[in-house]
Each structure stands twice: as C-alpha cells, then as structure tokens.
C-alpha cells in the first residue's frame, strides 16, 4: 500500500484536504512509494495562523524555556539519527553513510541554537551622557517561512528552524515534495521534545504553497534554499511583498590546482567533492582548473579513482554513490555528457547508460569526467548537479581565477597548493562566499556562516551563525535616563539633543 505524507499544523498531522498529492519515488528502484500532500491556499494560511497563535506565547518565553527544548531536541534527533538517514535513502537515494553525515551537520546548529542565550545578549553602554545609558537588544519576527530543497532534506531545514524558533519566531516549513518525511519525523521529534503546538508546522506542495507563503501578509521572513531561478523569483516575489528574504541558490564550484600541489589529494579531493552524493550537493565540486603543466597527470589520477566508485543502492552499505533523484533529471544529466564532444569536451569517462543488475528501473547513472571542457560548453555553463566533472586549463594561476571570477555562480571555492601567499591571495582575490585551502567541500561549521556570493545566494545575509540570529531577530535601541532628585529642571528646548 502507498503510504502518505500529511502536513503538519498546529502540533499534529493535518491530512491533505485540497484533494491533490504528489508521487514520492525510491530513486534506487523507480517505484513510487508514497504520495505526498500538496497545500491548497487554505492549508497553508492554516499553518501561517497556527504558527501567528504560537507566537503570541512563544515569543514571550524565556531563554531558559527554548534552550531546554533545544536540548532534548538535539538529544532525540541524535538519538534518530539512523532513522531519519533510512528516511533519506529511501526518499533521496543518496547512501546511508552520506545521509548520517547530513544528519551530523544539522545537529551543529542544533547546537548553535542551544546556545542561543550567548548569540542574543545585548549590548549596553552606560553614561553615554549624564546618568544616561543606552542599550541594543534583538527581538524576534513573527511568523517566519522556509522553504527547501530536495538534495538535504533533513539537513537544510536544520539551518533555519533551529535558530529561527531559539530567537522567539514560529515556523512553517515548505519542504521538497520529492523527498518530504526528514521534515516530518522532525516536527514530530519537536513535539516529543516539548515544543509547544504551533510553533514548528510543515506544509508539503509546490508552487501554490510557496506563493502564498511569499504573499501571505503574517510572513514576516523568508529563507529559501534551492536553484538560481527560483531563488531569484523568491528574492523578488517576498520583497516586493516586503519581507525579509535569503534566498540561496545554484552553484558551480570550482577547484584551482596548482602545479606545486600534492596530486593525489588533489586527485582524491577532487573524485570524492565530485562524485559525492552523485554530484547532487549544492558544494559539490563540478570543475577542476588544472594550472600549468599539472592537467593530465591530474587527469589520470582522477580517472584511476572515479572508475573504483562503487555505484548501486543507498541501503547496500558496499554502495558509495547512489541515484539520481528523478528519471528526468537523469536523463537531463545524461544529455549534458552526450552532447560534450560535439561542443569540444575531451569525454574521458562516459558514465550514461549505466544501470545496476537487478534495479534496472532506478535512476542510474555512472560517473562521467570531461576534460579539456571549454568555457562556452554548456556541461560548464550550467549547473549540472550530478556526477560530471568538467576539467579545464589554464596556464597562470591568473589566468584560473580570472576564469573562475567570470562564473555567474560563487558559493564555494577551493584551491589546491603548497604556497601559503598564492592560497593567501587567492582568499582574498576570489569572488565565492566559501573558499577551501586544501579543503574541496568548505561547508562552513554551524557557528559560523554558509553562503555564497553572485547566484548563489540573493539578499544580505548568510545562513545560520551569526547572519542566522540577525536574520531572524530585528535590532531595538533603548536610550535611558534616571533623573537624580538633586539635578535642576532641564527645562524646555527645542534644539536636537545633544551628549553631555
Ligand atoms: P528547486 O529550486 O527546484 O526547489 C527548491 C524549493 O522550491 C522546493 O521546495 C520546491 O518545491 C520549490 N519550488 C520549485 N519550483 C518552484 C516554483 N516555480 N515556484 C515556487 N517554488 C518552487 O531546487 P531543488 O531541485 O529541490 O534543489 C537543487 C538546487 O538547490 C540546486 O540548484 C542546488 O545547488 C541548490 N541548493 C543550494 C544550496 C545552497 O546552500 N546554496 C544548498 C542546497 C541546494
């Protein structure tokens, strides 16, 4: 029987009422397992006021009240951390080890958020003038809206809610409709913490859900992960409707080596930043800039290693990359490489066609490696997001990250070198948000901030870290003062005050 995914409103499961579902497929065997619940208008105002009633106690409790949730939210959660990777596997098809790994980077926000008490401190300053003090204090927002992508769907929705409910706001969450039971097994952890009802809710759907919750006048905040399109289209809908927005979108990652690099870590970084998680990571690397006379020797090392991944189920512990999430993105995968000579690739490996004995429905596809790839080739144009790396040359590191710079897209970055000032420069000279020195997949630790730069993130703030607290709370400045009896009247004065 196909199982269904419900929302989650209000502090229990809210069966879908507009009558329309979506398949949720196994991407290992191509059969849908369950249908999800798509949100009419209804359902989702349903959540909003949910989440506005929370808000009105929630928002009001003290520090010591959301941080000891916190803290038996991270205890379940790591309690479940198996369960909600086989939740993953089944949905996403990524291998279980990738999901716990995914699960063990959401937890360091729970952890951020556990320590939310040190993050909202204030700020006071006293005898800014006579017997008058000033102090800066962070409220929160309100209702405050995520929305989330498919290729983490338990750790995405991590880098939101956690921080957002610790600062005081209430959540609905608009998980991706193709991999949705992470967010609810979640919401039901957070109950079982003791979250009040109300305060955590999740509406499943597409873009009738998310438009209304980018129009809906109590959504006061947007974070939103996913492609550059749609985080486009959410940046401009939600502040044209004026709310607070993040909006993260696509990338195209880049890897520079240079000719004094140690070569089999860069080789072993590149095939593991690459093909990680079939290339369906938003930090994934997808091209490797071989500088000088480095490109081929890099070349064949990458290819000795890719063609050793082991490619079959997520459940088979022997399996290291998985499906990819769709039969349509698969075949969209599929395309970029069977088009590549004919744009001037060099196809070094050719991973279309690949199927696994006995899931010959999943959605599979081996590991492809074109080098030589020209700027103007649409594998490095576009973001791909599976297992296809582009290689590229250039003959100065100038010349590699003038290259680099020129991409649409800066999330993440890396550079591969023994030379402390080249990859000191390259810090300062690259245009990523995220940049690794010898590290291929910079994803940023919880206390500090993930976000990248061009389109890949459109709006002022990072995720999570500090950006996350000042995203999700608004600045007050209070000025004081208490008279001493003996002062003399100050009197009326008409002219701007002045400090003395
Ligand atoms: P997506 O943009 O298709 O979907 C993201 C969310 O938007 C989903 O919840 C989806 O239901 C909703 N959505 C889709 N189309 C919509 C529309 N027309 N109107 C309104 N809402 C819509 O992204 P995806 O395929 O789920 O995820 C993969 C993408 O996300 C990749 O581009 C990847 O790079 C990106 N991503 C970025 C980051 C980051 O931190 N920058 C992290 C993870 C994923």
Same mark, same amino acid.
């Given at each position: 029987?196909?199982?269904?995914?419900?929302?989650?409103?209000?502090?229990?499961? *809210?069966?879908?009422?507009?009558?329309?579902?979506?398949?949720?497929?196994?991407? /290992?065997?191509?059969?849908?397992?369950?249908?999800? /619940?798509?949100?009419?208008?209804?359902?989702?105002?349903?959540?909003?006021?949910?989440?506005?009633?929370?808000?009105?106690?929630?928002?009001?409790?003290?520090?010591?009240?959301?941080?000891?949730?916190?803290?038996?939210?991270? *205890?379940?959660?790591?309690?479940?951390?198996?369960?909600?990777?086989?939740?993953?596997?089944?949905?996403?098809? =990524?291998?279980?080890?990738?999901?716990?790994?995914?699960?063990?980077?959401?937890? &360091?926000?729970?952890?951020?958020?556990?320590?939310?008490?040190?993050?909202?401190?204030?700020?006071?300053?006293?005898?800014?003038?006579?017997?008058?003090?000033?102090?800066?204090?962070?409220?929160?927002?309100?209702?405050?809206?995520?929305?989330?992508?498919?290729?983490?769907?338990?750790?995405?929705?991590?880098?939101?809610?956690?921080?957002?409910?610790?600062?005081?706001?209430?959540?609905?969450?608009?998980?991706?409709?193709?991999?949705?039971?992470?967010? #609810?097994?979640?919401?039901?952890?957070?109950?079982?913490?003791?979250?009040?009802?109300?305060?955590?809710?999740?509406?499943?759907?597409? =873009?009738?859900?998310?438009?209304?919750?980018?129009?809906?006048?109590?959504?006061?905040?947007?974070?939103? #992960?996913?492609?550059?399109?749609?985080?486009?289209?959410?940046?401009?809908? /939600?502040?044209?409707?004026?709310?607070?927005?993040?909006?993260?979108?696509?990338?195209?990652?880049?890897?520079?080596?240079?000719?004094?690099?140690?070569?089999?870590?860069?080789?072993? /970084?590149?095939?593991?930043?690459?093909?990680?998680?079939?290339?369906?990571?938003?930090?994934?690397?997808?091209?490797?800039?071989?500088?000088?006379?480095?490109?081929? &020797?890099?070349?064949?090392?990458?290819?000795?290693?890719?063609?050793?991944?082991?490619?079959?189920?997520?459940?088979?512990?022997?399996?290291?990359?998985?499906?990819?999430?769709?039969?349509?993105?698969?075949?969209?995968?599929?395309?970029?490489?069977?088009? *590549?000579?004919?744009? %001037?690739?060099?196809?070094?490996?050719?991973?279309?066609?690949?199927?696994?004995?006995?899931? &010959?429905?999943?959605?599979?596809?081996?590991?492809?490696?074109?080098?030589?790839?020209?700027?103007?080739?649409?594998?490095?144009?576009?973001?791909?997001?599976?297992?296809?790396?582009?290689?590229?040359?250039?003959?100065?590191?100038?010349?590699?990250?003038?290259?680099?710079?020129?991409?649409?897209?800066?999330?993440?970055?890396?550079?591969?070198?023994?030379?402390? %000032?080249?990859?000191?420069?390259?810090?300062?000279?690259? &245009?990523?948000?995220?940049?690794?020195?010898?590290?291929?997949?910079?994803?940023?630790?919880?206390?500090?901030?993930?976000?990248?730069?061009?389109?890949?993130?459109?709006?002022?703030?990072?995720?999570?870290?500090?950006?996350?607290?000042?995203?999700?709370?608004?600045?007050?400045?209070?000025?004081?003062?208490?008279?001493?009896?003996?002062?003399?009247? *100050?009197?009326?004065?008409?002219?701007?005050?002045?400090?003395?």
């Amino acid at each position: 029987m196909t199982n269904i995914v419900n929302h989650w409103i209000g502090g229990k499961t *809210a069966e879908g009422a507009s009558g329309t579902y979506g398949p949720v497929t196994n991407p /290992a065997t191509g059969e849908v397992t369950t249908k999800v /619940a798509f949100a009419s208008v209804d359902e989702v105002d349903a959540a909003v006021a949910a989440a506005k009633e929370a808000y009105l106690t929630w928002g009001q409790s003290s520090l010591a009240q959301r941080t000891s949730i916190l803290f038996k939210f991270r *205890a379940l959660l790591d309690a479940h951390r198996d369960e909600i990777a086989e939740l993953i596997t089944a949905e996403h098809g =990524k291998v279980h080890s990738d999901a716990l790994g995914e699960v063990a980077r959401g937890l &360091e926000i729970v952890d951020l958020a556990c320590g939310i008490t040190v993050q909202l401190k204030g700020e006071l300053s006293t005898q800014v003038a006579t017997r008058v003090d000033v102090s800066s204090i962070r409220q929160p927002l309100g209702v405050v809206a995520g929305i989330t992508p498919f290729n983490f769907p338990a750790m995405v929705p991590l880098w939101m809610f956690p921080i957002a409910i610790a600062c005081g706001n209430t959540f609905v969450l608009k998980p991706s409709e193709k991999d949705p039971s992470a967010a #609810v097994k979640v919401a039901e952890l957070l109950s079982e913490a003791g979250l009040p009802d109300g305060v955590f809710n999740v509406v499943h759907g597409d =873009k009738v859900a998310v438009d209304r919750l980018l129009e809906h006048p109590d959504v006061k905040a947007v974070s939103f #992960v996913g492609s550059t399109p749609i985080a486009r289209y959410i940046h401009t809908t /939600a502040s044209a409707n004026g709310k607070r927005v993040q909006a993260l979108g696509g990338a195209k990652n880049h890897m520079l080596v240079l000719p004094d690099a140690d070569l089999d870590a860069a080789a072993d /970084a590149a095939v593991s930043a690459a093909y990680g998680s079939a290339g369906e990571r938003c930090m994934a690397i997808s091209a490797v800039v071989a500088v000088g006379a480095v490109g081929d &020797e890099l070349v064949e090392k990458i290819r000795e290693r890719a063609e050793k991944i082991k490619i079959g189920p997520g459940t088979d512990p022997a399996s290291e990359m998985g499906p990819l999430i769709t039969k349509a993105h698969r075949d969209k995968v599929a395309s970029y490489v069977a088009g *590549a000579a004919a744009e %001037g690739c060099e196809v070094v490996l050719d991973g279309t066609g690949y199927t696994v004995d006995g899931h &010959e429905d999943g959605h599979w596809i081996g590991i492809s490696l074109l080098d030589r790839v020209p700027t103007g080739a649409k594998a490095y144009q576009d973001e791909i997001f599976g297992p296809v790396l582009c290689v590229l040359r250039a003959e100065t590191y100038e010349e590699g990250v003038a290259l680099i710079n020129a991409s649409p897209f800066g999330n993440g970055t890396a550079i591969f070198t023994r030379d402390g %000032g080249a990859a000191r420069r390259f810090q300062l000279e690259i &245009e990523a948000g995220m940049v690794g020195v010898n590290v291929p997949i910079p994803v940023p630790v919880g206390y500090h901030s993930f976000g990248g730069w061009k389109d890949s993130l459109f709006g002022d703030h990072h995720i999570y870290g500090n950006d996350g607290t000042h995203f999700y709370t608004r600045g007050k400045v209070v000025t004081t003062r208490w008279p001493d009896p003996a002062d003399a009247p *100050a009197g009326v004065d008409l002219g701007f005050p002045r400090n003395h």
